[in-house]
C-alpha cells in the first residue's frame, strides 16, 4: 500500500491526511515539531472550563459550500458571528469602520453630512479598502477618510506588520475594508462559527482514521523511509535550509492574564489601533459562552519572526517577500512527489476556510 508523509498536523496536513485516508485508502505518516496537533488552530481547556485559543483567537467562517460541508464532518459548530469592538480616542465602537462607527465617533450633525455625502457617492453596502478610499476629492470625505487612515489602520497596521499600510500588501488592509453598511459584524460570510468541542478536536477528528499515524516531537530531518509522496506545510525557505535566503514572518506574543471576575471587556476582540503596544485583547469565554468566574485574556503583541525565539504566524506580504518566495516556489518545481501547502507552505496569508480549500484541491489534482 502507498505510504504518504504529510509535515505538520495543523489544519492543511490534517485535510491532506484525511482525503488520503479515506478517499485513496493510503496509509500516511504526519509528523509535527510541536507537541500537539491542530498547529496554530490548537485550543484546549483550561482549569477553569475556559477554551483557550492558544495561537489567538481562530473563528471560522467561509462561503464555500465545499469547504463548510467538507469541515461539518468533524465538528458541530455554533452559529457565533464574530464582532471586533475598537477603542478610538476613549470611545468603543465597532470595526470595520461602517455608518454605525460614523455615528459613535463624531457628532451627529457631522456624521449625517457624511453619511450623505457617502451615500451619493457609493453605493449601499459596498466595501471600499483604506487605500481606495483615500482618494477623495469631497473635502469632507477626505477628512473622514484621513480620519479612519490615522485612527484605525496607521497605528494598528505598524504595530501588527512593522510596516505602514502603504509599505504592506494593499490585500492586508483589504480584509478590513471601510463598510458602508450598518452590519456591525467582521465576516459577511454564510457559514459562521466556532467548533462545539474545538479547533484540536475538529483536527483530531479529521486524524482519527485507521491509516492515520501521528508522530508528534518529530522534524522532519529526522525521518527516514521511503515515503510514495510528501506533503510539506512547514515553512518552505526552512525546507530548502534558507539556502536564497530568510522568508520573513510576523510572530506574536500573547500574553494570558487571569482575572478573578467573570468579564474583563464585553466582547470577545477588543482592538486598540491608537493606544498601547498591543493591537487587540482577546476574552476566550466569549465563543462558546464558557460558563466560570474567572476570565481569562490574552494581550496581543506583534514581533518578528526569530528563528528558535519564537513561532512562525503570518507570510509578510509585501512584493520583494514574494519575489523571494516565488524563488523557492520554483525550485520546489524540481522536486519529485513533493508538494507544498499551508500558510507557510505557500507562504500566503490563509484563511483557515482558504488553507482547507488549498489542501483540498492539491488533492483532487493529485487523485486524478
Ligand atoms: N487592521 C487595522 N486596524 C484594525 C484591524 C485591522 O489596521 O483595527 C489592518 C491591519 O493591517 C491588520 C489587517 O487589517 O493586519 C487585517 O486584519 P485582520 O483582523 O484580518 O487580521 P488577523 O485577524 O488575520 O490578524
New binding site residues.
Partial sequence: MDKNLVIGAGISGAVIANLLATKLDEKVLVIDKKNHIAGNCYDYKDKNNIMIHKY??HIFHTNSEKVWSFVSQFADFNQYMHK?I?IIDGIETT??FNFNTLYDVFPQTLAKRLEEKLLNKFEYNKKIP?LEFQKQDDEDLKFLANYVYEK??????TK??GLS?ND?DGA?????PVYLSKDNR?FQDKFQGIPLKGYTSLVQNMLNHPNIEVQLNTDFKDIDGDFNKIFYTGAIDEYFNYELGQLPYRS?NFKLEEYDFEFYQNNSVV?Y?CNYDF??IHEYKYYLNDKSSKTVIAKEYSEFFELGKNERY?PIPKDENNELYLKYKNKAKDLKNVYFLGRLGDYK?Y?MDKAILRAMELFEEIAQ
Avoid at 484605525?152 to 497596521?157: A, P, Q, R
Fill in positions: 489567538g483567537s471586533v475598537a470595526i470595520p483604506i484605525v489602520f496607521l497605528h494598528y497596521t501588527q506588520w499600510p504592506v492586508v488592509t483589504a480584509r478590513v467582521y506574536v482592538n489601533p493591537t487587540r503570518y496569508y484563511d
